[in-house]
């Protein structure tokens, strides 16, 4: 009965110091999500998407969990008129593609980061978004090395070196081939 009392006192004293953790932790997660959230429609508006609306919306746990006492989604209006909803429902292709985007810049800046690869970024987007996407990517590359898998010719027409990716199919396997494009590969391209 010691052993089991001195146990049960060793996990209160236990829980009461996750739970402080926690709520030190989601102090830190309201006072940085609050900047972030204001990044990012930032990001927004600069990427085309000059009417969305962006919030973290944090929702508690019954208990503790490794990530903390809550669990923090994206939520999300694109359009005026609607509300807000988790960003897994409702956001397009092209839109997720921006918030990506977007946050990748955001990251950039805060953790300095060197190299950056977008593989298709411009998914579902066209016209003059995609001219925004490339701008702010070019604003990135100012910064930073920037690899990006496109097939939007505002977006490539933007970047200093180019090169065409190209699978070929030989005696039953696949390989992929990069050439450097040069000018005139660059405008037939």
């Excluded at 918030?99 to 016209?127: A, P, Q, R």
């Amino acid at each position: 009965e010691y052993e089991l009392a001195k146990t049960r006192k060793k996990l209160k004293d236990s829980y009461e110091l996750v739970l402080e953790k926690g709520k030190l932790l989601e102090d830190v997660r309201n006072k940085y999500g609050e900047l972030l959230k204001n990044s990012i429609i930032s990001e927004l508006r600069d990427l085309y998407l000059e009417h969305c609306q962006f919030d973290l919306i944090y929702e508690q746990n019954e208990t503790p969990l490794r990530t903390g006492l809550s669990n923090v989604s994206f939520y999300v209006s694109m359009n005026p008129g609607q509300p807000l909803k988790p960003l897994s429902k409702i956001a397009s292709g092209g839109e997720v593609s921006r918030l990506m985007l977007g946050l990748k810049v955001i990251c950039n800046k805060l953790y300095g980061v060197s190299s950056t690869i977008f593989d298709e970024v411009d998914t579902g987007i066209s016209g003059s978004a995609a001219e925004k996407v490339g701008l702010k990517l070019k604003e990135v590359s100012l910064n930073s090395q920037v690899l990006c898998v496109t097939h939007q010719a505002q977006i490539a027409a933007l970047a200093d070196n180019h090169y065409l990716i190209k699978k070929q199919y030989e005696q039953g396997r696949t390989f992929t081939n990069v050439t450097p494009l040069n000018y005139e590969g660059r405008i037939n391209e």
